[in-house]
């Protein structure tokens, strides 16, 4: 049963354009989700995180926007820039930010 | 200065040993996580060791033990290992009862069960 979830596999963003990444989550009581990036051989490294008492929180080219009644989460980045080519993991926790329960991820390529 | 360490970053043995792999975070949580990333690239919590309280997930079989020492290691044991448990295996570390925080995760154990 997949607590979170990221239906797209994959993304393909061409340089200076925007990435969209989503993630959909089940479980209501989650109320901190966070975004991790992973490049191959390495572990996922934090990136931007959102409570459920805010629909927005901004870091520099990364945007994170939370519909709380659609249980959905998304990842902008703008402008997308090649070295953000990586996976891209959704997380959330409904334990105040522990026993994180993560999506499948998403694979984000940026072209030149 | 690595946060979240854990060794060996590869490893390969043969089915029936017994292996361990360690970690350690010099971040000063008082949380410990082991996820296990399957070949489907899922990233699965396996344990949460929070000063002395385990929780385990239900699904992970129990030749899995996770040990620790002090609360800056949690190392991870496998017995009777099997062909089906290679994968990755993340180490991570997180503050307990801090809202706004994130889990640091160690570079991962490349795990090859021949």
């Known amino acids: 049963d997949q607590q979170v979830k990221q239906n797209s596999p994959s993304l393909s963003v061409q340089e200076g354009r925007i990435s969209i990444l989503n993630c959909d989550y089940t479980?209501?009581?989650?109320?901190?989700f966070l975004w991790y990036k992973k490049y191959p051989a390495e572990g996922p490294t934090f990136l931007i995180s959102i409570s459920s008492i805010k629909d927005k929180n901004e870091d520099g080219r990364f945007t994170v926007f939370l519909n709380k009644s659609a249980k959905h989460l998304s990842l902008h980045i703008v402008p997308s820039q090649p070295g953000d080519s990586a996976v891209y993991f959704c997380a959330a926790s409904a334990d105040y930010g522990q026993n994180f329960v993560f999506g499948p991820g998403t694979r984000l390529s940026v072209l030149p | 200065d690595t946060a979240v360490s854990q060794t060996p970053k590869y490893l390969v043995t043969q089915m029936g040993n017994d292996k361990s792999i360690k970690c350690e975070q010099n971040l000063g949580h008082d949380t410990m996580y082991w996820y296990k990333q399957d070949s489907k690239k899922f990233l699965k919590i396996m344990f949460s060791?929070?000063?002395?309280?385990?929780?385990i997930n239900e699904t992970v079989p129990n030749r899995f033990s996770p040990k620790s020492p002090d609360k800056a290691h949690l190392n991870l044991h496998i017995n009777s290992l099997e062909l089906g448990d290679s994968a990755v295996y993340f180490c991570?570390?997180?503050?307990?009862?801090?809202?706004?925080?994130?889990?640091?995760f160690g570079q991962g154990t490349r795990l090859t069960v021949v």
């Open positions: 991570a570390s997180s503050q307990r009862g801090r809202r706004d925080t994130e889990a640091f």
């Open positions: 479980n209501s009581m989650f109320d901190y």
């Open positions: 060791y929070n000063n002395k309280e385990l929780i």
